[in-house]
């Protein structure tokens, strides 16, 4: 890893999550254009969400992230992301996200962690990969009712 990459994907990474922040702040997914996130997101990017997760599967390209942020608007009335630690930059990037969010079926809020894996090459981000603590904790609080044991 070179001082360069490091602040390559720094730049990268901090441009995207201030776009993200304008983006949810625009009114986010169905009210806000994807255009502000495009410029950071290579067109073959891929992001690889837990399948078990309401919004789960790989999303590909541009056309796959707008429809992943649809998704997940439909999941979440409220997606805050209250801090962040970049653990590692790079060509591989290590982001760890404390989120708070509300189902948008339920109401109900949950905090909780993502450790994210960002591919960052040529300036652009080529795959995403979340990792989360508790899936099952995530399908529960936005099913309408609970799922059987």
Known sequence: MTNSSTTD?????TGMY???AQYLAAGGPGEASF???APFFAPDV?????DALPYGGTWRGHDGMAQFFLAMGQAWERFDMV???FLATGETAVVLTQVRARARATGRELSFPILQAITVKDGWITEVRPFYWD???IVDVCAESSPSA
């Open 9 to 13: 994907s720094m730049a990268v990474l």
């Open 18 to 20: 201030a776009a993200e």
């Open 35 to 37: 255009e502000l996130l």
């Open 46 to 50: 891929e992001l690889h969400q837990a």
């Open 83 to 85: 801090e962040q630690k």
């Open 135 to 137: 899936t099952r904790a």
